[in-house]
């Protein structure tokens, strides 16, 4: 077996560490050897071994036809008088985060 003296350095979000930490330890397994695993699975297929997919966009406005678009308005009108609404300035904070801006 080669030594291991390559050292990776990766920033993950606290709470996804935890919880992967938390499985693994309850597995047996360290972090490191999960680490190797994947990448000798990386060799092997040459690829990533998981789908990788974008998710799925609400369609654009020239995209839908009128009665799409007036069931979508009908739906965020009913949201809002419900009071499920949010501030516009707030949703387009969470986008940016999302996004990584």
Do not use: W
């Not at 693994?24 to 190797?36: E, K, T, Y």
């Not at 695993?37 to 092997?44: D, E, R, S, T, V």
């Not at 995209?63 to 707030?90: I, S, W, Y």
């Amino acid at each position: 077996m080669a030594a291991k003296t390559a050292t990776i350095l990766a920033r993950v979000e606290p709470g996804i560490k935890e919880q992967a930490e938390a499985i693994m330890d309850q597995l047996g397994v360290p972090a490191s050897v999960v680490i190797n695993m994947l990448y000798k699975q990386i060799i092997m297929t040459r690829s990533i071994p998981f789908s990788l997919a974008l998710p799925a966009v609400p369609a654009a406005r020239d995209e839908l036809d009128a009665a799409a678009f007036d069931a979508m308005m009908a739906r965020g009108l009913e949201e809002a008088k419900a009071g499920r609404a949010r501030p516009a300035p707030e949703v387009f904070s969470q986008l940016r985060r999302e996004i990584g801006e």
